[in-house]
């Protein structure tokens, strides 16, 4: 079994997932996540908006030591691999930050494209696999 790590952040299962923002209709300013009220002009009237999946990367780095709770995925230090963190741009829209699926900086370049993933975030005990979304290098 497979559950998204929270609820109205992607769309998903789907065939061609997307995350789910949000837009003013009166500025047109766009956010992820999804928000009831416009961070530019104060309106709350924001409308729920699909991003696109795909985008080019802003910047990135690499988180080289593993993250504390909640942001772990139940690795220990023994099992932790490095992984890339980015900013990607969707369209004109907006920038996302979000884990990349490569987490070789040789492999990584400011302004490549990406599309968007559903990947295995952990597993809990039970064996319920937690999914959250990552962007992947498009080869």
């Known amino acids: 079994m497979q559950v998204p790590f929270a609820e109205d952040v992607f769309t998903w299962p789907a065939d061609d997932p997307q995350l789910i923002g949000a837009r003013c209709p009166e500025c047109s300013a766009v956010t992820f996540p999804e928000q009831s009220s416009c961070p530019r002009c104060g309106s709350l009237e924001m409308q729920r908006h699909l991003l696109p999946r795909t985008g080019t990367l802003w910047t990135f780095t690499i988180q080289g030591f593993l993250p504390k709770e909640p942001y772990n995925s139940g690795e220990t230090d023994e099992t932790f691999e490095p992984f890339g963190v980015g900013l ?3 369209g004109d829209d907006v920038k996302v930050e979000a884990r990349l699926t490569e987490g070789d900086a040789d492999a990584l370049e400011i302004g490549m494209d990406l599309k968007l993933a559903i990947v295995p975030f952990r597993t809990d005990p039970d ?4 999914m959250t979304y990552a962007f992947e290098p498009v080869r």
């Open 88 to 90: 990607v741009q969707l």
């Open 127 to 130: 064996g319920t696999e937690i």
